[in-house]
């Protein structure tokens, strides 16, 4: 789980975005300021739809810390471990990228949101089939397999 940083018509806004251990993104949310409650709104909303994740990774930000303590307080992430490496987060943060390219289309937080959804969409068809090596429904495995006679 991570924060990066946008500009949504000339001011900075704050995209929390989460991932799993594959690279496929799991929740995203664009919020106007980078406190507590946004990451602990963002936290509940992970919880809710995925549960209590087995390993959670973070960079050190002071909000992410303070909502990860205000859930740990309340009963969540008991039997979780946390980890804050710098270099474990490398694989988000990586992520970024295609999203922050395009910030000048960004003109409102709605329009924001509804781009980086599309966005984080085009991307999870790339990655899948590319883990697949099948885009566009032409899989290079399939077609050597077929042609040397192979059954799958």
């Excluded at 990066?4 to 799991?26: N, P």
């Excluded at 990586?94 to 395009?102: A, C, E, S």
């Amino acid at each position: 789980m991570d924060e990066t940083y946008i500009k949504v018509k000339g001011k900075w806004c704050y995209l929390y975005r989460a991932i799993d251990s594959s690279g496929r993104t799991l929740d995203r949310s664009l919020r106007k300021k980078r406190d507590s409650r946004a990451a602990y709104a963002f936290f509940k909303h992970l919880i809710k739809h995925f549960g209590n994740p087995r390993v959670l990774v973070t960079d050190k930000a002071p909000s992410l810390a303070c909502a990860f303590n205000q859930l740990k307080t309340e009963g969540y992430f008991d039997s979780m471990t946390h980890r804050t490496s710098k270099y474990l987060n490398n694989i988000i943060e990586q992520n970024h990228r295609p999203i922050k390219k395009r910030h000048k289309l960004y003109q409102s937080i709605s329009t924001a949101s509804s781009t980086i959804k599309g966005i984080e969409t085009i991307h999870a068809l790339y990655k899948s089939s590319r883990k697949e090596f099948n885009l566009f429904g032409f899989s290079v495995t399939q077609e050597i397999n077929q042609l040397l006679g192979v059954s799958a």
